[in-house]
């Protein structure tokens, strides 16, 4: 029998407390282990863990003491490490677009998992080669129809309720299906399949 894959966690989160609960709660699943964690942004800066984690949960509080940097590039995260955000309060969907879950303080122990494993299996299938088919699926055609409107990668995020990430991720994908590098020479492949009308290219 092949053994179940454990994905390793870190975690950022001030309050002790939730820190040893979050261990627990993981600990009693088994898909996942918690090998790092820190107080805040500025401790977790100072002492990395060694082996970058499969997922980094970070309570978003800490992140607004930093301005409006992006999340990402405040953890100096690598590529291959989704960050979540573990969420206390509510926050307007233009700051969480940049997360690549978001795992609620209440939610359920089978509720944080099923969030967790999902956000990496869409991971994991954006990462995989392009295979024989190389039509775009149907959210790679929406986030095409709204980088050729002119939309920045943030704006995309926001419309479609994804990470920034994602959309740089579907927009590389977008870029190895049809071989075009361009926004030009995207907005003529949208506009010869017929993914955007003319009078959408309009500006005022």
Known sequence: M?????????????????RTGVKALLAAEGSFELTATAADIRQWSAFPPALPPDVLLVNP?????????????????????LVGALLYTYLPQEELAQYDCVVEIDDPK????????????????ENEPARENPELSEREKEILASL?????????????????HTVISHR?????????????GLTVYALL???????????E
């Not at 053994?3 to 939730?18: F, H």
């Open 2 to 18: 092949t053994p179940r894959k454990k994905y390793r966690l870190a975690l950022i989160e001030p309050s002790e407390i939730v």
């Open 61 to 81: 509080s800490l992140a607004d003491r930093h301005g409006r940097t992006h999340i990402r590039t405040l953890l100096s995260a690598e590529a291959s490490t």
């Open 110 to 125: 089978e509720t944080v998992v099923k969030k967790l494993l999902h956000a990496l299996q869409n991971r994991e299938r």
């Open 148 to 164: 050729v409107k002119g939309h920045t990668h943030k704006e995309i995020a926001a419309i479609h309720h994804l990470s920034v």
């Open 172 to 184: 590389k994908n977008i870029s190895r299906k049809t071989g075009i590098k361009t926004v030009s």
């Open 193 to 203: 399949n017929h993914l955007i009308r003319p009078e959408d290219l309009e500006t």
